[in-house]
């Protein structure tokens, strides 16, 4: 079974300094990866989607890199601003359908 | 694009009672998903669909839930008769295909009290 881990669970940091948020999974022969922002009380918002034959993906602040080979994936937001505390997640696919999800991590970005 | 709707936002009701959650993917998306997410358990796949038809429910709890997909625009899950430790949010996301980018609707918040 598929186990994904993100580490810290919490994290705090004071407006413009770049995030780092981690993503382990323990199989590496995954189908893709997705990162995904979730705000209090809303849904999901994909961000990012990684294909296994990718290294990294970007999308404006937001930069995410998958090595496959040691089960790992990294999401890093440039220049944070408060309007990016929320809770991040990071799933992983298996097949060709089913998402295992992490439990998150919530950033609160410090004005 | 209106994006993943779900209705209603919130439920609250008695133990017994059944529930209907509604969905209505985007248009154009094969594949639909409803997902559970509790504090305990995280986010855990209930069913999914692909082109309307069920292909994976070995998700769902028991046999007190139920979902459907009439057509490409619509689903719903039910839970009869719901209980206490049902309470949780579900959502409902689609994708253009079974692997590609999924999108989730706002969710469903159920109280069962």
């Known amino acids: 079974k598929q186990e994904v881990t993100q580490i810290p669970a919490a994290l705090s940091v004071p407006e413009g300094e770049n995030l780092v948020l981690n993503c382990s999974f323990t199989?590496?022969?995954?189908?893709?990866l997705q990162w995904f922002r979730q705000d209090p009380g809303k849904g999901l918002t994909s961000l990012l989607l990684?294909?296994?034959?990718?290294r990294e993906q970007t999308s404006g602040r937001l930069n995410a890199s998958l090595d496959k080979s040691s089960g790992r994936s990294t999401l890093y937001i440039a220049a944070s601003q408060p309007g990016d505390s929320a809770t991040y997640l990071c799933a992983v696919r298996l097949n060709d359908y089913k998402l295992s999800f992490g439990a998150g991590t919530t950033v609160t970005v410090r004005a | 694009d209106a994006g993943v709707i779900q209705s209603p936002r919130h439920e609250v009701t008695e133990m017994g009672q059944e529930v209907t959650l509604r969905c209505k993917p985007i248009?154009?998306?094969?594949?639909l998903f409803w997902y559970r997410q509790t504090m305990m358990r995280g986010l855990e796949l209930l069913i999914y669909?692909?082109?309307?038809?069920?292909?994976?429910d070995s998700g769902m709890p028991e046999d007190r839930f139920s979902a459907k997909m009439p057509n490409a625009s619509f689903s719903t899950l039910k839970i009869q008769p719901s209980e206490p430790r049902d309470s949780a949010v579900y959502f409902c996301a689609s994708s253009i295909g079974p692997a590609s980018e999924q999108y989730f609707g706002p969710g469903t918040r159920l109280t069962v009290t």
């Open positions: 248009s154009g998306h094969n594949s």
């Open positions: 990684i294909q296994s034959s990718q």
């Open positions: 199989d590496s022969a995954i189908y893709n």
């Open positions: 669909f692909n082109n309307n038809v069920p292909i994976d």
